[in-house]
């Protein structure tokens, strides 16, 4: 049965063939019903609430991580709409506090994977068949909940499971989840709009239909982006493809919350399966399916690198050549040229290296300042590193909190050591494991620009500044270029006109996401598309319209109206 009996009980109230006079209002809790008209609707970025002391928004925030906090819940698999567990129970803890159980899930066996590879097979031949405008109804419905009722139970699972401060679960698990969802169907239906020439209709017509993509797609979500495992999981979905979406073990919560809103918004059974998963294990089972059809990934270019491999050395057993989109790490600079607004490159680069701690793919982790401008650089960093709170983020005054696990912890503390044996640590260098994965904000100088935590993903509050002759400009923007093997975002910052040019030019390759006086983090969907080239990924740019196109098998359809009466061509006839 391809809906639920709440769908259809649903469905069978709105005529879907009609869908140019078709007006549907959904009325999130506690906020003014939004009309689309699904032939013609427009979309906003949703707006982030400003959690005031008193507001509502924090009151309900607050009360729902108490609740979260009391209990562990239990988040089975899922596959085709059926409850699964296996003997393979995992715990997700907060960060901050790592005796603070507040999920226990189960690691799919590769017997269950292969079982939600059928479904989602069986799942997507009714799928594909429903009309895109059905589709746009449940994804413009998810980001109404997204927006609404569901806000809070999203924020604070991503609060409570990733150790985001407010500000960041706004913008990440409310914001941009609902700007993907919103997004993409508006970018799915201008999509729909193209159709191939046809001269003269009456006699050939030629049309284009989008087919979802045969076989299944996974979907592989990294921890640090609650929205970029919904991207990950549903985009394929929204385009006709059935999906098996293994979330990443330290965002189990939130990943779950977001398949709870899809459910709920209308989306049926089978079309996208949650499947908590060893990593190896997931991606082992995936690529020895011959009806492996696309992977969608995201995470580090290790992962990327040995799902690739796997792909190519099992080439010739699938049905189809799998697609492989990959969004991978950064090595992301802020360039100061000596004309730069010292105040704006200094808060800018606060906030990118250090919000979230450092665990975002686009946080600035390489920094080069100019001799004439670096004491005063140095000064204006170091005085904002002391006043920087750090702690668990249910205290709203925090600004960062503690990394995402152990192996994180160690990684990073891995790179401090270093930085202590072999560099000079100008603020912090501290990190404490008692409670939580807790590590200090933490400058760095290094008078080698090619020194490994100048060319590694540190994915940590570490930034390390090289300081450059003011002569030397034009051999330091090549060496910015040159140093790393990824590409996924870079600022630059400076008044002078002239240079802006130049440097855009030289940097054309060194940064996917590219910014002028502005922080290396921060993409809006539709304002910023994401992603990088290079080692940095696929760079198919999440949150704009080309994206769609990876998950679609076009099929052109030519057809004649006039019977062809003679085989052989005129100038045959002619040269008898
Ligand atoms: N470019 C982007 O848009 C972007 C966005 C977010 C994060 N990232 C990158 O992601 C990384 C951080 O995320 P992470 O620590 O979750 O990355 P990760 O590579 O460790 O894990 C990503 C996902 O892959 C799974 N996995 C691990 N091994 C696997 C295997 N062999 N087969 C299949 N799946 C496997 C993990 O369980 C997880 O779900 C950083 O490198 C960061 O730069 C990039
Ligand atoms: N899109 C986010 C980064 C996502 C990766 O972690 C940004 O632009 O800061």
Request: with cysteine; charged share 25%; glycine share 8%.
């Amino acid at each position: 049965m391809l809906f639920s009996k709440a769908v259809r009980l649903r469905l069978t109230k709105i005529n879907f063939k009609d869908f140019s006079t078709c007006k549907e209002t959904w009325t999130p809790s506690g906020t003014t019903p939004i009309q689309y008209n699904l032939k013609d609707f427009t979309v906003q970025n949703e707006p982030t609430f400003s959690y005031e002391v008193g507001s509502k928004e924090r009151r309900v925030l607050e009360s729902t991580i108490k609740r979260c906090q009391k209990e562990c819940e239990e988040i089975p698999i899922i596959i085709g709409g059926k409850e699964f567990k296996s003997d393979r129970a995992v715990y997700q803890s907060s960060p901050f506090n790592h005796k603070s159980k507040i999920a226990k899930f189960y690691h799919a066996t590769p017997e269950l994977v292969w079982q939600a590879i059928v479904a989602a097979k069986e799942a997507r031949i009714k799928w594909e068949k429903v009309p895109f405008e059905e589709r746009f109804k449940i994804w413009l419905k998810a980001a109404d909940l997204i927006s609404g009722p569901w806000r809070q139970k999203l924020n604070g699972a991503t609060m409570l499971g990733q150790g985001k401060t407010v500000i960041q679960c706004e913008i990440d698990s409310a914001a941009e989840l609902a700007d993907f969802l919103r997004f993409n169907a508006l970018y799915a239906r201008e999509m729909l709009k193209w159709q191939p020439i046809s001269e003269n209709p009456s006699i050939i017509k030629n049309s284009m239909r989008l087919r979802g993509l045969e076989g299944f797609v996974a979907a592989v979500s990294p921890f640090n982006f609650t929205a970029i495992g919904g991207n990950l999981a549903y985009t394929p979905a929204l385009m006709g493809c059935a999906v098996i979406w293994k979330p990443s073990d330290t965002a189990v919560l939130a990943s779950w919350r977001i398949f709870q809103v899809m459910k709920e918004a209308g989306l049926p059974d089978g079309v996208v399966n949650f499947i908590p998963c060893d990593g190896p294990v997931f991606g082992d089972s995936i690529t020895v399916c011959p009806h492996l059809a696309c992977i969608n990934f995201t995470g580090s270019v290790a992962t990327f690198n040995a799902l690739w491999k796997r792909v190519a050395e099992k080439l010739t057993l699938y049905r189809n050549y799998p697609r492989l989109v990959g969004e991978c790490g950064g090595k992301n600079f802020h360039f100061i040229h000596p004309s730069a607004n010292l105040e704006n490159a200094v808060n800018c680069t606060i906030r990118s290296a250090f919000e979230y701690s450092g665990q975002k793919c686009s946080a600035c982790s390489r920094l080069y300042v100019p001799q004439s401008l670096w004491g005063k650089f140095k000064e204006g960093l170091v005085e904002r590193m002391k006043e920087i709170k750090i702690g668990d983020p249910t205290d709203f005054s925090v600004f960062s909190s503690a990394v995402i696990d152990e192996k994180a912890y160690d990684r990073i503390v891995g790179y401090i050591g270093h930085a202590k044996r072999n560099l000079k640590i100008l603020h912090g260098g501290n990190h404490c494991q008692k409670e939580g994965w807790y590590i200090y904000p933490t400058l760095v100088q290094t008078t080698d620009p090619a020194d490994k935590i100048m060319r590694e993903e540190v994915f940590g509050p570490v930034l390390t500044a090289f300081v450059y002759p003011d002569d030397e400009l034009e051999n330091v923007l090549k060496l910015v270029d040159e140093t790393t093997p990824f590409a996924l975002t870079g600022s630059v910052f400076a008044e002078d006109e002239a240079f802006l040019e130049g440097a855009k030019e030289t940097f054309k390759y060194s940064a996917g996401n590219y910014y002028v006086n502005d922080r290396s983090t921060g993409a809006v969907v539709g304002q910023q598309p994401f992603g990088g080239a290079r080692h940095s990924g696929t760079n198919d740019k999440a949150g704009a319209p080309g994206y769609l196109h990876k998950f679609v098998s076009p099929q052109t359809v030519k057809q004649c109206f006039i019977p062809l009466k003679e085989w052989k061509y005129s100038y045959m006839e002619l040269n008898k």
